[in-house]
């Protein structure tokens, strides 16, 4: 079993809905969570952090934990075709311990 | 935000030399850095993890030998690919966390062995 899964897309969305990203985790110990974005032949970007259950909002972002279900989502809302890209999720466990999922290709169609 | 820097950010070299890539926080001091390589459409693995001041832990699979991490300071670590070949052509980057649970990126660098 994978330490971080994602469903890898594409996921496509028309310019103005929200885009739903999702990822499960299989470790409970996870402590720490986060959204990275990835353009093509670029390097990932963080985009949100999230540490605690509930729901974390920046801008049009949301991020989404549910540490019962091992599962932390990213919404964007009024999405727009700058926000096609590929969607990491991390997790971190122990001191250094980061996984990453293999990612969510987005596409927002104008 | 946090900046970390990288480089060279292109790089072209021939079979059997030396590359040294440099990465530096540049506005944090990092307590730990991080190297990734990926290939094209394919997701970020990890290579080694590296703490200031002692020698890095390899990931299963990554010949310390070949890619030599040095750590030397709270805001500079540097890898170089040893006799390199045209397989180790790939897109480097490298990450780096202050005391705070977020891992920041460097822009990357792209390596071409001919």
Request: charged share 15%; with cysteine.
């Amino acid at each position: 079993q994978k330490e971080v899964e994602q469903n890898s897309g594409p996921l496509s969305v028309p310019e103005g809905a929200i885009a739903s990203l999702n990822c499960t985790y299989s470790d409970r110990g996870s402590q720490s969570f986060f959204w990275y974005r990835q353009y093509s032949g670029k390097s990932p970007e963080l985009i949100m952090s999230i540490y605690s259950n509930g729901d974390k909002e920046d801008g049009r972002f949301t991020a989404q934990l549910n540490k019962a279900s091992q599962y932390v989502s990213l919404l964007i809302r009024d999405s727009q075709p700058s926000d096609s890209a590929t969607y990491l999720c991390a997790v971190l466990r122990g001191g250094n311990q980061f996984y990453f999922g293999t990612g969510t290709s987005l596409t927002v169609i104008p | 935000g946090a900046v970390v820097s990288q480089h060279p950010s292109w790089v072209i070299c021939k079979s059997g030399t030396s590359v040294k890539i440099e990465c530096r926080s540049l506005d944090f001091q990092a307590t730990t850095m991080f190297w990734y390589r990926q290939f094209p459409k394919q997701s970020l693995m990890l290579m080694a993890t590296s703490n200031e001041g002692s020698k890095a832990t390899y990931e299963q699979g990554v010949e310390k030998d070949k890619f030599l991490i040095n750590h030397a300071s709270l805001t500079l670590s540097t890898l170089t690919v040893t006799s390199a070949h045209p397989e180790d052509s790939s897109f480097y980057i490298c990450s780096a966390r202050a005391g705070t649970y977020e891992q920041y990126f460097g822009p990357g660098t792209r390596l071409t062995v001919t």
